[in-house]
């Protein structure tokens, strides 16, 4: 694991006023949830996205350093970031204090890898699960799980059940829930329907002529 650090204050106010006169002075709030309560935290945006780099949506575990705590070195995790829409800047975030000898279930993103035979035939690639729920100790969480595509046809679905899960790590979520597949083509669907519509149409007979001016002769009759 990387020796990463992060050093906090505790925030003297709490609630939105409390937040909004953190972010006037050109930090963030923050809370981290600990073993046995919270604490509100005052935290610098800058050093917060340099910690993170180019791992920001990975899980990195980092030691939480709480101005005026004697025992500050806290292992934490990132439990949420909220972002502005706009800018795409940190306004708030949230940790979660962790035991390194205690299991934690956690959402470790997946990746897929490989080329699918039925995207080369045509087909579109869904990826219907983005992150996978497991349990394991700090110091095995990966960062990330790889979904194998090389050889998913058109039509085809891979499960949870089918990935390969590191050693060490247990599944949270359900075996049976899907991840990715490979879809038909829209183009061959379109036709699929027109040949279906075509079929149909070809057995109907027209409206009998003959028939119509029967009808339209006994109207007359009667109207007479």
Do not use: W
Not at 12 to 21: E, F, I, N, T, Y
Not at 85 to 104: G, N, Q, S, W, Y
Not at 120 to 134: A, I
């Amino acid at each position: 694991m990387e020796n990463l650090s992060l050093s906090v204050n505790k925030r003297a106010l709490k609630g939105k006023s409390g937040a909004r006169a953190v972010r006037k002075a050109g930090n963030i709030p923050g809370v981290v949830y600990g073993i046995k309560d919270s604490t509100p935290l005052t935290i610098s945006p800058k050093e917060l996205e340099a910690l993170l780099g180019t791992r920001a949506g990975a899980n990195v575990i980092f030691q939480l350093n709480v101005e005026g705590e004697a025992a500050s070195d806290r292992p934490v995790i990132v439990k949420e970031l909220q972002r502005d829409p706009m800018k795409d800047t940190i306004v708030h975030a949230d940790f979660l204090e962790i035991r390194m000898d205690e299991k934690i279930e956690i959402a470790v993103p997946l990746s897929l890898s490989g080329e699918s035979p039925g995207e080369k035939m045509g087909g579109t690639v869904s990826q219907l699960l983005r992150e996978l729920e497991v349990s394991c100790l700090p110091n095995a969480i990966p960062e990330q799980i790889e979904v194998d595509v090389s050889e998913v046809e058109i039509g085809d679905v891979i499960h949870v059940r089918d990935l390969l899960i590191p050693e060490g790590v247990e599944l949270v979520a359900d075996p049976d829930d899907p991840v990715m597949t490979v879809m038909v083509p829209v183009e061959e669907e379109e036709e699929e329907v027109e040949d279906e519509f075509d079929v149909e149409g070809e057995g109907e007979d027209a409206p009998d002529a003959e028939a119509s001016d029967d009808e339209g002769d006994k109207a007359a009759e009667s109207s007479d």
